[in-house]
């Protein structure tokens, strides 16, 4: 079974329009990790954000701001006024406390922001 | 501080051959992991060494095996390659071990088996 679903594949917005980006997970440990990273064209995983599981504060940085709900199992990724240099695939992941290092990846979501 | 850098950053190989990439941890971190990327199957766990010892393994064929140097390089084997193994193989390095750590991604090695 998936550990981390993304369920959109492909987004596309024009630029200046927010945009939400949804990730739901699947674990049965109570202390988890979860992650975001961009992928840009030239593929290197660029970090964005990491949170615990006791830790359901949201948080803002920026233009990119992060609901993470318990009880949904989500952790959803939120871009303000989007930008053109906002296009990329973005990548939940989590990690648990018992496969230490090991990230399970969605699948990932395509955003293209249109100037 | 330089980043993770992974050598070569292209490679063509033909079916049978081996191949053998590198990858090169933040400087400090002691934690490297492996993960192969392709479009059917995404990203997916490989290996992760932590002190010249391997901590963990995805599921992957005995084909693919990894070691780690003592001054936490890391390096990645395949054997008798197949088609399949065409993908970017992505390194990542941490500074401490266990799930709490964010990882940091090289540039990705581009494997193409011909």
């Known amino acids: 079974a998936q550990k981390v679903t993304q369920a959109q594949t492909e987004i596309s917005v024009v630029e200046k329009e927010d945009v939400t980006l949804d990730c739901v997970y699947e674990?049965?440990?109570?202390?988890?990790?979860l992650f975001w990273y961009k992928q840009p064209p030239s593929g290197e995983l660029v970090f964005l954000i990491r949170r615990n599981s006791f830790d359901e504060q949201n948080e803002i940085s920026g233009r990119y701001s992060w609901n993470f709900q318990k009880s949904t199992s989500s952790f959803n990724f939120t871009i303000t006024a989007s930008q053109v240099v906002d296009s990329a695939v973005y990548f939940c992941a989590l990690s648990e406390v018992n496969t230490g290092n090991q990230f399970y990846f969605g699948t990932g979501t395509s955003l293209t922001v249109i100037p | 501080k330089a980043g993770v850098t992974q050598t070569p950053r292209y490679l063509i190989k033909t079916r049978g051959q081996q191949v053998t990439l590198s990858c090169s941890p933040i400087s400090g971190h002691r934690s490297v992991s492996w993960y192969q990327q392709t479009p059917g199957q995404g990203l997916q766990f490989l290996f992760e060494?932590?002190?010249?010892?391997?901590?963990n393994k995805g599921n992957f064929p005995g084909r693919f095996s990894g070691r780690q140097f003592s001054n936490s390089r890391s390096e990645m084997n395949v054997s008798t390659l197949e088609l399949g193994d065409s993908a970017l193989y992505l390194c990542?390095?941490?500074?401490?071990?266990?799930?709490?750590?964010?990882?940091?991604f090289g540039p990705g090695t581009r494997l193409t088996v011909l």
């Open positions: 060494y932590f002190s010249e010892t391997q901590r």
């Open positions: 674990t049965r440990d109570t202390t988890y990790y």
């Open positions: 990542a390095s941490s500074g401490r071990q266990g799930s709490a750590s964010e990882q940091f």
